[in-house]
T-cell receptor, first 112, second 110 residues
């Protein structure tokens, strides 16, 4: 499985944008880039995914580098509820199934 | 909003007992998964299923077993619980590119 590299932790202020980076230099052509987050004492929650083009949804935006070797999750206006561990994961879709490999992720702290 | 349920949410049990952790989803998803997560550590995939009568082992070796007799139900069983099985167990399902996770079962084996 292709590996990703994320900072261990990041800190931001409430109502400011947050850019969470992820490096994945060994990504293969069939790997989707997935982002999940895990709030304290909860199961992971899907945030966004993409393959080649930038993606937007109600939770966040995903900016993917042209060579696909890195990506950035963008939270446009952070709230206290966004404090969580954010995971960047590469996985192909095989027979409709994804074998997600979770790393350490980035622990995001939001200051009031 | 995803509908995936796990019971029990918390379980304290003695060594040697047989336990079954329940996972159900009402979304009609074919693909289901079990992950194990120790406190403060990474999630590891231990079992997954492509659909009814399909079960596969994940990346982390586990002494647990699973079954998939119905689409909506994916129980995990430990025949003889040991303290090393103490962990959080998370169930998930997907159709397409997003997995939906249940709230997890926190297991403590004494």
């Amino acid at each position: 499985d292709a590996k990703t590299t994320q900072p261990n932790s990041m800190e931001s202020n409430e109502e400011e944008p947050v850019h969470l980076p992820c490096n994945h230099s060994t990504i293969s052509g069939t790997d989707y880039i997935h982002w999940y987050r895990q709030l304290p004492s909860q199961g992971p929650e899907y945030v966004i995914h993409g393959l080649t083009s930038n993606v937007n949804n109600r939770m966040a935006s995903l900016a993917i580098a042209e060579d696909r070797k890195s990506s950035t999750l963008i939270l446009h206006r952070a709230t206290l509820r966004d404090a969580a561990v954010y995971y960047c994961i590469l996985a192909p879709l095989i027979q409709g199934a994804q074998k997600l490999v979770f790393g350490q992720g980035t622990r995001l702290t939001i200051n009031p | 909003e995803a509908d995936i349920y796990q019971t029990p949410r918390y379980l304290v049990i003695g060594t040697g007992k047989k336990i079954t952790l329940e996972c159900s989803q009402t979304m009609g998803h074919d693909k289901m998964y079990w992950y194990q997560q120790d406190p403060g550590m990474e999630l590891h995939l231990i079992h997954y299923s492509y659909g009814v009568n399909s079960t596969e082992k994940g990346d982390l070796s586990s002494e647990s077993t699973v079954s998939r007799i119905r689409t909506e139900h994916f129980p995990l069983t430990l025949e003889s619980a040991r303290p090393s099985h103490t962990s959080q167990y998370l169930c998930a399902s997907n159709r397409g590119n997003s997995q939906y996770f249940g709230p997890g079962t926190r297991l403590l084996v004494l």
